[in-house]
């Protein structure tokens, strides 16, 4: 009897861009840096000109940046170089998951929205992903964008503390960023449910309703893609992110400071929101009221004078009114002296 050995493999899963294509070709731009040294380079979807260019010494930062997550090639060799897990790099390459953040022994992997305000009370989100491996920074963007220009303009001039820091001083800045785009978003959402009241009272129409959902449906974004940047300062203020030295915690409490603030704004700002809802449909219903009281008091009014007219209006041959000579007239009059009788006693009840 022959015996057959199965010998089982590992399939590893295919890794897939989910999202939309905002580039037609991926861009990769690195900067190496210390305190005294500085250099810039940028390629179109080759990564073997970068890689001949990663030779760092102890004390220079590499920050490498890549527009256009759907060449996933690119991803993969970028990723393949730094020994970077698979699921990692599904992760990076999903743009419809959650924000999240996770420790792994050797790097720290940040995963967040940007959000910035669009055209027609809409918002653009942008999935950016962080890597922080050592003294090595990986970022990823969806689309070419100007979140971090100032950010690489003092990393060229050497202004402020982000030269003489090490990478993870760098991360906190491009978070910092992120946040700065949040609180632009919020401020926009602010400034249109500031004039909506307004304009309801004026006059409520039905599509303020549509921009008031609109805005609900974008502050409620902004809370989801805030929040998981709070929990990813708050692994490092408990000490489990060893990428996170001691010195730079300060600039991360500062940072969730921000962060706490700014899902406390968007919680207010959804009462608002609602608030103002509620507004619409009140003022809606009291315009309503208003018009419906107008048509009831001009009906109670000709109830009267249907009756006399209703009354005239049946051909009995013995009506003495019909041959006197002021019957007309005084039909009239009697009509009209009762149409104001009804006009002064609503006056006198202040009913309009």
Not at 110 to 127: D, F, R, Y
Request: glycine share 4%.
């Amino acid at each position: 009897m022959s015996r057959f050995h199965l010998q089982r493999k590992t399939i590893e899963p295919v890794i897939q861009f989910v999202g939309k294509q905002f580039l037609e070709t991926a861009s990769i731009q690195l900067f190496r840096f210390s305190e005294q040294k500085f250099s810039e380079l940028s390629s179109e979807a080759d990564f073997d000109r970068i890689r001949n260019n990663l030779e760092q010494s102890e004390e220079e930062i590499l920050w490498i940046n890549l527009h256009g997550i759907h060449d996933t090639r690119l991803v993969h060799e970028i990723a393949d170089q730094f020994n970077i897990d698979r699921l990692i790099i599904q992760d990076i390459v999903d743009t419809n998951q959650r924000p999240k953040v996770e420790l792994h022994p050797e790097l720290l992997f940040v995963s967040v929205k940007s959000l910035l305000p669009s055209n027609h009370q809409s918002i653009e989100a942008e999935q950016i992903s962080f890597i922080l491996k050592d003294n090595v920074l990986l970022s990823f963007q969806e689309k070419k964008g100007d979140h971090f220009e100032h950010i690489r303009r003092r990393i060229r001039e050497g202004k402020g503390r982000v030269r003489k820091s090490e990478a993870d001083y760098l991360l906190y800045l491009l978070l910092d960023a992120i946040t700065g785009n949040c609180y632009t978003t919020l401020n926009d959402l602010e400034l249109q449910l500031d004039i909506l009241p307004e304009q309801i009272m004026q006059d409520p129409k039905p599509e303020y309703i549509a921009s008031l959902e609109e805005i609900k449906r974008n502050l409620f974004a902004l809370r989801k893609a805030v929040t998981p940047m709070k929990e990813t300062i708050l692994f490092t203020e408990k000490g489990r992110a060893e990428q996170i030295r001691a010195q730079t915690l300060p600039y991360f409490s500062d940072l969730k400071d921000q962060l706490m603030q700014l899902i406390d704004e968007a919680d207010i700002n959804l009462t608002r929101a609602e608030g103002t809802t509620n507004l619409f449909f009140s003022y809606q219903g009291h315009r309503m009221n208003e018009v419906m009281k107008v048509l009831t008091i001009v009906a109670t009014i000709f109830i009267p004078i249907t009756f006399f007219a209703g009354i005239y209006g049946m051909n009995f041959e013995k009506m003495p009114e019909l041959t006197w000579q002021y019957g007309y007239p005084a039909a009239w009059g009697l009509m009209v002296i009762s149409a104001l009788v009804m006009l002064l006693y609503f006056r006198r009840k202040k009913w309009f």
